[in-house]
Each structure stands twice: as C-alpha cells, then as structure tokens.
C-alpha cells in the first residue's frame, strides 16, 4: 500500500519560494525508487518538473534550471523540491511521482495527490 503525500504549496508572489515536500509510506525500500515531481497548470499537459534517481542524479525541465532544486532524505522516505524565484508561468499542481522500475520492471509507479502552487501578486 504505497501512499504518496505532497505537502508545501500555496499562494506566494511573483519571486517568492516554496519548499515542497513528498512523504512516501508503505515502501519496503524508499532507496531503490527514482523520485519526480511533475505539474499539470490549466489547459497544458502534465509535464516532468525535476527529477532524482535512485543513485541521485538529477535533471530538470529547461524553464526551471537554475530556480528548482530536487533532493532526497532516505532516511526520512521524502523528496523535496526547493523553488526559488517563482514565476506566474509555474502555477500548477504539483505530483509526486514514485518509480521503482529500474529495479523491478513489473511495478507500477505511483502518485501522490498533488498540491496546488499559485504564484500570483
């Protein structure tokens, strides 16, 4: 029974920051999974924000390098995703996404239920 749980969003200006937080429970082993938080803003596709392998490689969608920064504690089976210098253009709600495919190819992946951001002045 795996549960993904995204915490941190809310209103903020133009500039402001939010940390993003995704909690994972009912994983025999949090390490294994690769780890992404994707967004879906009104009328656009859901898209891969940034993401964080296993290993701890990360990669980002081209509009946020340099603002968004992913990271993971193990320990505490949660990704977190720091956003600096927030746009009106990232208003979404943002997902937490679990996937443990690299190891086991006949697993599902998982979501979370998501988080409203609204950058707005």
């Known amino acids: 029974q795996v549960q993904l749980v995204e915490s941190g969003g809310g209103l903020v200006q133009p500039g402001g920051s939010l940390r993003l937080s995704c909690v994972a429970s009912g994983m025999f082993i949090f390490r294994i999974y690769d780890m992404g938080w994707y967004r879906q803003a009104p009328g656009k596709q859901r898209e891969l924000v940034a993401r964080i392998s296993s290993g701890g490689i990360t990669d980002y969608v081209n509009s946020v390098k340099g603002r968004f920064t992913i990271s993971r504690d193990n320990a505490k089976n949660t990704v977190y995703l720091q956003m600096n210098s927030l746009e009106p253009e990232d208003t979404a709600v943002y997902y937490c996404?679990?996937?443990?495919?690299?190891?086991?190819?006949?697993?599902?992946?998982?979501w979370g239920q998501g988080t409203q951001v609204t950058v707005s002045s």
């Open positions: 996404n679990a996937d443990a495919r690299t190891y086991y190819p006949r697993e599902k992946d998982y």
